[in-house]
């Protein structure tokens, strides 16, 4: 199944203006998670939009930073449910119970048949320890440092590592082969200590396992952002990776239809003190949604 194109009637370019998306006071907390979600949003959309796994009609492109960037358009049934069950991770951000999101692509009909897992890792305030999803196998563990090591800066930086992640999403699938025949995808979520146990977000279900991959995946980070009080790791581990490529090497050379204008320039390297990683039990059980291709109920919803 291969990623579809936008074409120019669900394509609206927009406000390039970061703050026609997302906040720009993202040294305080409110607004630090308000970002953290919508980036989550957005990266998620552009990953189906590119995996071509929901259909085109399901999408409308925004212009981020110069980035164009397909989201959900909220017009269609199945993008709006989609939309809807993001929109509830928003509550477990703010309470910080979620700890990791996980887009998860598998071969049908065996939901555990997984091909693909893009992860989003998260981390709280002054946290100084990683919490490893349990049984995942997904090889996330290399990137530990980096995601403890990061800090906020300044919402210049944070807009260029923004550019940077998004960037290196689009190479990562080129490196991607097709996913194969009659795959499907759902969302995933661990959660913290401080989670209740009773509590599970507005379209997920009780799931006693999260995701596990076996050895065949090959791993890569994608990109770290962060906000005043939370940091946001996206890694990707996949079946269908034709080749490891050095992302910061290639990335500036590269012809990327995704770029609407010419970028600002390379983000320098990111450096930090090194820290302690330690493994915490994890709360179970875990979130998982049904499949994101279900088919949109008669009846609607009332609006």
Not at 124 to 143: M, T
Request: hydrophobic letters at 35%; charged letters at 30%.
């Amino acid at each position: 199944m291969s990623p579809q194109p936008a074409t120019k009637q669900n394509s609206q370019s927009g406000n390039s203006k970061w703050e026609s998306t997302f906040p720009v006071e993202i040294e305080l907390e409110k607004e630090s998670y308000v970002f953290v979600h919508r980036f989550i949003k957005c990266a998620s959309a552009f990953i189906l939009y590119k995996r071509g796994l929901l259909g085109e009609k399901c999408f409308r492109t925004r212009n981020i930073e110069r980035l164009l960037i397909p989201t959900f358009d909220r017009a269609e049934p199945k993008a709006e449910r989609l939309n809807k069950i993001m929109d509830s991770l928003k509550e477990a951000i703010e309470k910080k119970y979620l700890r990791q999101f996980a887009l998860v692509f598998y071969r049908k009909p065996n939901e555990e048949d997984i091909v693909e897992v893009f992860a989003f890792r998260l981390m709280y305030g002054k946290e100084d320890e990683i919490v490893l999803s349990v049984d995942s196998g997904a090889g996330f563990e290399d990137f530990n440092q980096n995601l403890l090591s990061a800090t906020f800066t300044s919402l210049k930086e944070t807009q260029m590592y923004f550019i940077d992640t998004f960037k290196k999403l689009c190479k990562c699938f080129r490196l991607l082969g097709s996913l194969p025949d009659a795959s499907d995808a759902s969302f995933r979520i661990s959660f913290t200590e401080a989670a209740p146990n009773d509590y599970m977000p507005d379209g997920f279900n009780e799931s006693p396992k999260f995701y596990n991959i076996g050895s065949d995946f090959k791993s890569t980070q994608m990109g770290i952002v962060c906000g005043g009080f939370h940091k946001l790791q996206i890694a990707a581990a996949s079946t269908l990776m034709k080749s490891e490529t050095d992302f910061d090497e290639t990335i500036n050379s590269m012809n990327l239809s995704v770029i609407a204008k010419e970028p600002p320039s390379s983000v320098k390297s990111r450096k930090g003190a090194q820290k302690k990683i330690a493994r915490k039990d994890q709360r179970a059980p875990y979130g998982k949604t049904e499949t994101l291709n279900k088919r949109n109920s008669v009846a609607q919803e009332p609006v």
